[in-house]
């Protein structure tokens, strides 16, 4: 890690542009920003403001219409499918506000999916999952399928499944969208822990509260970058309730 | 490494499969009832060719068969009330063809009469033959008890007699016959053994033995019979005149039993303007059989392979839903860092297991069903290695040409849609 530039994301002068008919739409409107390793975005805005589009591309799902994109030094704009493909399964986390787990896989196998696709062999892979799973508190439920979960489980599943490839940048959208304040509370709780060891995230809500739990507010409008507010991350209350809250 | 993901594929494959088995099994039916009836009419196929070929080979695929044949134009004109029709083949012929071709090892002389053969009281139609011991080489079936006739019997003009099973089993019961005395027409003969026949009929041809012969060295026949046979009408009786009735040639391969028929034709048709007479090859009657085999294994074929191609198109059908119903998983695997080719490999490995396992219970079938048919129906079935073989190849096949569409289409999913899709 200490080799590597503290400049995780960079984006200059970034575009994404769409036909509809015969009229283009700017997602993206010439976007500069540069996040740093270890810290914890949140950006908002009202739908149509442009925060999906900024997720799809800084999770290499999208490449830029116009501008420059870079993930740790490299840069996505000329790469092939699978190159991109590459840089996810190497350096990219997911969490959907869905959770987005593959059903008929149990929880373990969920959380080595990104191992399977790394080629990582069958022992070292469920090592490393059970370490994942210990720590986001799931050991016990490693048999289990997603659909005998409850919500907030499931998602730390997810969160579990983003981290067994030990990625750069977890990305996660509207990570408490589908799950109740208590719940959403100790996930956000979960990912503030991440941050403190060190992960980089970068989070989509539209919730205030939620984005409160980061150290940088990013709100977006029209596909601009409308308002950027560094704040010294929320602290709730203990985190030893969390995991009553998530029974 | 890859081959531990193959193999986590085709679990992770058979898994997803499980997971909707009415689906899957429904599925697999077009392949199970595909392949079972490639392997099934093949069988059938097989049976009834080997049949067909072991009964023409019982003809003799070595020999040429010319028979006497009443010309047509004689047979039309009758102003006469007592005529004479001469016609048929000639004891010089016999010595023609033995003289003329190298290839021939023997032939075989026959005179055909009818009769009946009385014990005692006991009574039975008999076809008499008078032949040469060379017959019992050329026809070479089961001795039950006593000697065929020998060299020394057409020396001698034994009036002995060789009996099948079937007309000892008439005169008198079981093999106590051989040297008792049989009365045929108007002689007598002493019985010196007991021979088996195999008589079938293929197509228009019939095997040189009879169920009903009875043969008697050609000199006695010759000598008792004479040339004549008187045929009493109403009325008017008519005459014939024959040497021999048939005369079976033996070549010494099977490769040259064509051009040998072809020069016999070529002799004959000199000395018979009439065209008294008729050659038939097994040999190519063999040929026939195995082009009609032919004919019919293609037919089946087409029958199963539409069959399978309907199995296929239905196991593609389910997979393009499949594709459809599973697009959020494939969205989440590209998410995840899947590449395109993963994905295609992933779909494509669970079609093929589909199509396999369906082959191989179809495999199952396919053998089940000629044993069924062999027991019910008691015709022969032969499963052949090649047809199960074949099977399992064109399951495997079917699955990665009905799978590819789909897969590929899975693979070609934006991943930002796929993963939107509720």
């Known amino acids: 890690m200490s080799s590597q530039s503290n400049r995780v994301i960079e984006l200059e002068g970034v575009w994404k542009t769409y036909r509809m008919g015969d009229q283009d739409v700017h997602a993206l409107a010439g976007v500069d920003l540069t996040i740093e390793r270890g810290s914890f975005w949140a950006i908002s805005g009202s739908s149509g403001s442009g925060k999906s589009t900024m997720l799809n591309l800084l999770g290499c799902l999208d490449r830029p219409t116009k501008g420059c994109y870079s993930l740790e030094g490299q840069d996505i704009s000329k790469t092939s499918d699978d190159e991109l493909s590459d840089l996810r399964l190497q350096h990219l986390g997911f969490v959907f506000q869905n959770f987005n787990l593959i059903p008929q896989l149990t929880v373990q196998e969920n959380i080595e999916l990104p191992l399977f696709y790394q080629g990582v062999d069958a022992s070292e892979a469920a090592e490393r999952a059970i370490a994942i799973a210990d720590r986001v508190g799931l050991s016990e439920r490693l048999g289990h399928r997603p659909t005998e979960l409850s919500g907030g489980q499931q998602q730390r599943v997810a969160i579990a499944r983003a981290l067994s490839n030990n990625p750069s940048v977890l990305l996660a959208d509207e990570p408490t969208g589908n799950l109740d304040t208590a719940t959403g509370d100790a996930i956000m709780e979960l990912l503030t822990e991440l941050h403190d060891q060190g992960k980089t995230i970068i989070m989509v809500t539209h919730e205030p509260e939620i984005a409160a739990y980061a150290q940088v507010q990013l709100v977006m409008r029209d596909g601009k970058v409308e308002s950027l507010t560094q704040s010294t991350p929320f602290k709730k209350e203990p985190v030893s309730n969390s995991n009553e809250a998530l029974a | ?422």
Do not use: C
């Open chain 2, 1 to 422: 490494m890859i081959s531990s993901r193959f193999f986590r594929n085709i679990q992770l494959g058979i898994k997803t499969l499980l997971l909707h088995k009415m689906r899957s099994i429904l599925t697999m039916l077009g392949m199970v009832f595909g392949v079972g009836a490639v392997i099934a009419m093949l069988a059938v196929g097989e049976g009834a060719s080997k049949e067909a070929i072991d009964q023409i080979s019982r003809l003799g695929s070595q020999n040429i068969i010319i028979n006497s044949q009443e010309p047509i134009e004689q047979a039309t004109s009758g102003s006469n009330r007592i005529r004479m029709n001469i016609y048929g083949l000639l004891y010089d012929d016999m010595a023609r063809i033995e003289s003329s071709f190298s290839t021939v090892v023997r032939t075989v002389p026959a005179k055909l009469i009818r009769g009946e053969g009385r014990i005692g009281s006991r009574t039975a139609e008999l076809r008499l033959v008078g032949t040469t011991p060379d017959w019992f080489e050329l026809v070479s079936r089961e001795l039950l008890a006593g000697r065929v006739i020998l060299q020394r019997d057409m020396e001698q003009s034994a009036n002995v007699v060789v009996l099948t099973e079937h007309g000892a089993r008439k005169l008198l019961a079981g093999r106590t016959a051989v040297g008792s005395q049989v009365r045929i027409n108007k002689g007598f003969y002493k019985v010196i053994g007991i021979i088996k026949s195999e008589s079938t009929q293929s197509g228009s041809m019939q095997t040189p033995d009879q169920q009903i012969d009875a043969y008697i060295p050609l000199k006695v026949a010759k000598e008792r019979f004479g040339d004549i046979t008187v045929t009493r009408g109403n009325g008017s009786n008519s005459r014939e005149m024959i040497e021999l009735h048939q005369l079976i040639v033996q070549v010494d391969d099977i490769a040259n039993v064509e051009a040998t028929a072809a020069g016999i034709e070529r002799v004959l048709s000199m000395y018979h303007p009439k065209g008294d007479y008729r050659t038939s090859v097994p040999l190519a009657l063999l040929r026939q059989a195995e082009a009609t085999q032919r004919t019919f294994n293609i037919v089946l074929g087409s029958i199963a392979g539409i069959s399978l191609l309907i199995g296929g198109i239905g196991i593609m059908n389910i997979m393009l839903a499949s594709v459809t119903e599973r697009t959020r998983e494939i969205g989440i695997r590209r998410a995840i860092g899947a590449r395109r080719n993963q994905i295609i490999g992933q779909f494509l490995i669970e079609t093929v297991v589909l199509s396999v396992t369906g082959g191989f219970i179809g495999i199952g079938i396919g053998l089940l069903i000629p044993w069924l048919i062999t027991i019910v129906a008691d015709m022969p079935t032969v499963v052949t290695m090649w047809s199960v073989l074949l099977s399992v190849a064109i399951s495997i096949g079917i699955g990665v040409i009905f799978g590819m569409y789909p897969a590929m289409r899975a693979a070609n999913l934006d991943p930002i849609v796929a993963l939107r899709h509720e």
